[in-house]
């Protein structure tokens, strides 16, 4: 960031640029999805199809791990929905940027809407208070534009390799570190630290709570507890 | 062989349920004007989510094939301190990878 995005291209290139660093977590992930996929009995075309009608590779592992499983199907999907409604508050952060966009495009940037996508923008958003709605908008396409790509490649190569993969590559650990490099650089005051801290201590302590639901209930509690640290602060200043 | 019935209505039920997560808030509400106190929580949204997500691969359950061992653990601190530090995603990301990487290759 730091650049301020002065043009419609820059801030398409910007969105861009800030989600490069991400091709070192999609890439492994899109090869483990794609090789899992495989092992768990799709076809390559089943295995492509999901990877770009869902988009969303946490989900897809879950469904995949249930179904080996012989889950039912309405708990596999249960449980893999459940896994994608932090999206839902994602999409509601987003309304006060990009509400102001038609429809037609709101309902594209919903399909694009994934977890880089949204923590990239709403950083370069909060950082540059002074980007306009279509700066705003180039720079989310220019998010996705960086990702999805790379994403259903990688699934491809996954899948045409299989469990060729050598573990010593150790590609499980780019799922926990995506979520550590997205979570880093949204700290910025004290009460962010503050919802980090009961956002995880929230859910470890409701990591028995089926359908990964504790991880919503800790993710309300978090966001409270940021508003109300805040609001702490701001009293304090003013009696200082 | 999973049933490729199964799998198709998987597909298609999850795909379709996911959009419509996705489009909820953003396609409905549009621009209209949200409560002040509704758009303060969503400022925390973030990191409201992002750092529980990473929980279950610290402490390991079933899904996330048992606890990190000690170098992704080291690696996972590394790219939190340094993400933190320097406030960038690429940083954290190079930290944590060439943190696992050198700790596999000391620690075996």
Known sequence: MGLTPTSTKSAFWLGYRDNIPFWLIVAPFGLLFGAVATEAGFTIVQTMIMTSFVVAGSSQFT??????EGAPTLIILATSLAVNLRMAMYSAALVPHLGRAPLGMRALFAYFLVDQSYATSINAYTDNPEMTLTQKCWYFTGSFTCLLPLWVASTFVGALVGAKIPPEYALDFAVPICFIALSAPMMRSLPHFVAALVSMGGTLAFIGVPYSMGLLIAAFLAMIAGVQTEKLLKRRAQYA | MPDPYKIWTIIFFLGIGTYLIR??????IGDRV?????????????????????VPFLVGTEA????????????AVAAFAVGIWRRSALWSVVAGISTLYAMMYLIG
């Open chain 2, 34 to 54: 949200l409560p002040a106190w509704f758009t303060q929580h969503l400022n925390y949204v973030g990191v409201a989510v992002m750092p529980g997500l990473i």
């Open chain 2, 64 to 75: 996330t094939g048992g606890a990190l061992d000690a170098p992704r653990l080291l690696a």
């Open chain 2, 23 to 28: 489009f909820s808030f953003l396609g409905i």
């Open chain 1, 63 to 68: 469904a995949l791990t249930l179904l080996n």
